[in-house]
């Protein structure tokens, strides 16, 4: 159970713990410290508002799940102009280099995205990185052999994508399904998780988002995870922990090609409601 920590000689009393609180467990009696209400502790989802938003520092929460991080505080200044022309050159990089990444690498971006958004702050998103090409190739055969089980079924998704094709190209020693990335990162989460779904998307975005800072480059693996979520060999050959699951996938490496400049895009589309 957490517990709300509050540093007496820093603490200024001027409530704007209480005032971040999304869940409004925070309050300020007059003269006194900031504190839980009764059931605070218990609610409480650990989600760090207060402590990040105090000026003098003299808030913490106290719990066993909590790690120290070694980031300096300060103001995420980066112009709206720059951070556009950022993300309108992301791309999905389908060519990749055989150089690796190496681990400690992926271990900071990783470090990055869990930072990333997630609901009620469940931080419900586990992760396995298969840094081993071998590997890669194999878990992406393990794919194609479900297609080729579900391309003799009556399974509505044939009539959504050409799996006849996908194999065919995999047979001749391409891999339509992860590219021949060199790596492979995959989200999951416990089996009963009723959020996995919208953390991982959110982590895997972040993810996608932060890579190209490294120099990486990544796509979402969707005929990967579409396979991982149906085909037990696969989920078996990903050996999860017990009672987790596989929830979406993506391929990462060094990208064999430089793009110049954004592609066009459809016009923004806007319902304004005043």
């Known amino acids: ?58 808030v913490e929460i106290e719990d066993a799940r ?70 890669v190739r194999r878990l992406a055969g393990l794919a194609v052999d479900w297609m080729r089980t579900i391309m003799v079924s009556d399974a509505p998704v044939n009539a959504y994508f050409n799996f006849e094709g996908i194999i065919r190209s995999w047979d001749k020693g391409n891999d339509p399904v992860c590219r021949k990335a060199p790596h492979l990162v995959v989200a999951y989460a416990h089996k009963d998780s009723i959020v996995a779904g919208t953390d991982a998307v959110i982590a895997l975005a972040h993810l996608e988002i932060a890579a190209p800072s490294f120099g990486l480059g990544t796509c979402w693996a969707g005929f990967f995870q579409m396979a991982a979520a149906r085909w037990e060999p696969l989920r078996q050959a990903l050996d999860l922990p017990v009672d987790h699951l596989p929830i979406h996938a993506m391929m990462l490496g060094y990208p064999l090609l430089r793009y110049q400049r954004p592609p066009k895009r459809n016009p923004l589309t806007v319902t304004w409601r005043s």
Do not use: F
């Open 66 to 135: 909590l790690v120290p991080d070694g980031y300096e505080t300060g103001e995420a200044d980066i112009a709206p102009e720059r951070l556009a022309a950022y993300l309108r050159m992301r791309r999905s990089v389908r060519n990749y280099r055989d150089t690796p990444v190496e681990r400690g690498t992926i271990e900071r971006l990783l470090d990055m995205v869990r930072y990333a958004p997630s609901s009620g702050n469940s931080q419900s998103i586990r992760w396995l990185v298969v840094h081993n090409s071998g590997e």
């Open 1 to 58: 159970m957490p517990k709300l920590a509050i540093n007496s000689q820093r603490c200024t009393r001027c409530g704007l713990c209480a005032a971040a609180c999304p869940l409004d467990i925070i309050r300020l009696p007059r003269g006194e410290q900031p504190r839980y209400v009764a059931d605070g502790a218990t609610r409480c989802i650990i989600c760090g508002h207060c402590v990040a938003v105090c000026p003098s520092e003299a």
